[in-house]
Every structure is written in structure tokens, then in C-alpha cells.
């Protein structure tokens, strides 16, 4: 099993504050792969934005199917 180091949400300042802020009130809490980003946040905005790139470009249900494709393909059960 590996272990990332993370920011805990009690010590977060600054962009990295407001990344987890942002979460908190879309999910109800920060999800575990927000925190995988919190020693670099400038690369969790970067993936945000690749991301965002990503889905403006195609419907929904497609980008549902593709992620949950990629998911089986990789043996993915989380």
C-alpha cells in the first residue's frame, strides 16, 4: 500500500486552503484525491483545467463511459 504525504485540512493556507474550502462545500468534505494534490496545488489547478478541457469537449454520458472503460481496464475497484 502506498502512502502520500498530505497537507492535514487544520494546516492548509493560502491557494491550498481555498482548494480544500472549495471541496468541502461541493462534496461535504475533502475527497482523498484533492488532498493526494496539497504539497503542489498549482498542479491540482492544472489538472482542474485539463479536466475541465476534457469534458467541455464531450457530452456527459460519453466521458462517463470513457472513465469508467479506462477504470475496468485497469482493474480499477475504487
Do not use: D
Not at 10 to 32: C, D, F, M, W
Request: glycine content about 4%; overall charge positive.
Amino acid at each position: 500500500m502506498a502512502f502520500i504525504k498530505t497537507v492535514p485540512e487544520e494546516q492548509a493556507e493560502g491557494a491550498l486552503r481555498e482548494i480544500y474550502e472549495t471541496a468541502r462545500k461541493s462534496h461535504g468534505y475533502v475527497p482523498n484525491y484533492v488532498k493526494a494534490f496539497s504539497l503542489h496545488p498549482e498542479v491540482y489547478a492544472a489538472w482542474k483545467n485539463f479536466l475541465g478541457v476534457i469534458q467541455s469537449r464531450m457530452r456527459l454520458r460519453r466521458y462517463e463511459l470513457v472513465t469508467f472503460a479506462a477504470a475496468m481496464v485497469l482493474r480499477c475497484t475504487t
